[in-house]
């Protein structure tokens, strides 16, 4: 169950990876590296400082017990530290002048992804990679958790390879059978805020100013996930939060269009600003790309 966890988590990544080879200069291996970034460093901090935060509330006097502060924490500060913190390695990578003049979007996007990518892993395998021995096999495909109505599900590789940004888990309404992947939303919420953060490393002036609405609109985001899951008789918020999953895969996709379209723009006022970077070919009037082919060949 693991592997297939892990397959779809890094299939996810992998077609960040493909659709933004125009425009990004991170490498392959730079980007895969992020996603155990994300799981062994922004996970685990994450686990850390959680757990830190409920029980030192849960000890005041009017704290209350400790199941209330987790169950309230879920949707209310758990949703913000996760995203800060996912968003953290990119910050870092940034303090460095090198990086933050090298760096589009598309690079914060995608890196970001994988960072997002890595936690979403984390949490799956946390809370059902000790489950395999009573896992069994769905006739649809993949592997189903029976511990409930709503049972837990692993998809297969039919499934991960037919979806797009595929979760490691997701839950199986009872009697579906033809189950399959959801999006992995901290891949989803992490690719946005990480536009934010490339837009805030990158922008000018005001511009920068915008850079905030990605990272309020993921954390918005996740906290009423989350509060749809924590409230059952929530019947709005859940109809709300079913819609919005339902669209959940378009988001990666149009924020990668933003970024690689400010980065396509970008690398366009270069080539007008220092035309010593371009080839020969180009300066003759071919365009990039079949001047970069008839280079190589």
Sequence with gaps: MAVLMMTATVYGVVQLLVLSSPT????????LLAIAVGVYGCGIVTVLLEYAYTRTVSDQPHGGTLLDTVKTASYTVDPVMEELIKITPLLVAAWNVKIRR???????????AALGAGFGLL??????????????????????IPDSLQAPWIPGPDQVFAAWFPAPFTTLDFGGAHPAADT???LVYTAAAALGVGILMRGRRWLRA???????????????????????GARDTQSLVEDLNGILWTI????????????????????????????REERAGRTGFAALTGYGL
């Design 24 to 31: 990004r200069s991170v490498r392959v291996s730079t980007v």
């Design 184 to 186: 992995s939303p901290h």
């Design 123 to 144: 949490e799956a395998v946390a809370r059902f990679g000790l489950d395999a021995a009573r896992a069994i096999s769905h006739p649809g495909g993949g592997w189903v």
């Design 102 to 112: 090298q760096w589009g979007l598309t690079d914060y996007v995608v890196t970001g």
């Design 252 to 279: 990666p996709l149009a924020v990668l269009a933003i970024a690689m379209g400010a980065d396509m723009w970008q690398i366009r006022r270069a080539k007008r600003t220092v035309p010593g970077v371009l080839l």
């Design 210 to 232: 915008l850079g905030l609405v990605p990272i309020a609109t993921a954390c918005a985001h996740h906290m009423l996930a989350n509060y749809a899951a924590a409230q059952p």
